[in-house]
Structure formats: structure tokens, C-alpha cells
């Protein structure tokens, strides 16, 4: 079994920046792509960035330039860097993690973002 903690989210402004941390735990042995997600109240999730263990990354055209995912081989964590933040990124921010092959996958609990303006 694999354990996800999500954590660093919060309050902003506009333009402010946060960085959120994705802990994972357990049977770890595999494990390949790491992705945050978010949704939005009365949205449907959406992906927002991926990190593979090779340390290519992707991003969704909304984030591109603004956000930057890494990741922390020995602590096994990974992280969300959110930059020039705007209203629109307000959404709880999943941690998702899987095998190269896509299956099984692990989500966290998600921790909330909220930009005011």
C-alpha cells in the first residue's frame, strides 16, 4: 500500500506564491510518475503537472510558466512550486502517484488553495 500527505497549501493573494509538498510512504518499489491534480468547487479534476522518475516533466497550458514540479528522490516527496498565482487557481490540489504502466494509482487527500484578489 502507498500513503500520499499533501500539505503547504493556503490563502494568498493574487500574484503570491505557495509550494505544496506531496510525502509518500509505503511500498514505494515502482512507483514512476507523479502528478498533482486539482478541482475547482463544481468543477471536474484536472491535471495541472507530472514529474516521471526520470525527471521529465509536463504542464498543463493554464500552469505553464507559472508552476514547477520536482522532486526528492530521498525523501520521497514531491513538490508544486506556484508562482504569479491568480483567482483561478483556487482548487483543493491531489497528489496522484503511479507505475509506469498507469495502474494501480494512489491519491492523497488534497489540500486546499485559495487566491483572493
Known amino acids: 500500500q502507498v500513503q500520499l500527505v499533501e500539505s503547504g497549501g493556503g490563502s494568498v493573494e493574487v500574484g503570491g506564491s505557495l509550494r505544496l509538498s506531496c510525502a509518500i510512504s509505503?511500498?514505494?518499489?515502482?512507483?514512476?510518475?507523479m502528478k498533482w491534480y486539482r478541482q475547482a468547487p463544481g468543477k471536474e479534476r484536472e491535471f495541472v503537472s507530472e514529474?516521471?522518475?526520470?525527471?521529465?516533466?509536463t504542464y498543463a497550458d493554464s500552469v505553464k510558466g507559472r508552476f514547477t514540479i520536482s522532486q526528492d528522490n530521498g525523501k520521497n516527496t514531491v513538490y508544486l512550486q506556484m508562482t504569479t498565482l491568480k483567482p483561478e487557481d483556487t482548487a483543493m490540489y491531489f497528489c496522484?502517484?503511479?507505475?509506469?504502466?498507469?495502474?494501480?494509482?494512489?491519491w492523497g487527500q488534497g489540500t486546499q488553495v485559495t487566491i483572493s484578489s
Open positions: 514529474i516521471d522518475k526520470d525527471g521529465k516533466t
Open positions: 509505503g511500498n514505494t518499489h515502482g512507483l514512476s510518475r
Open positions: 496522484n502517484v503511479a507505475p509506469w504502466s498507469g495502474y494501480p494509482t494512489y
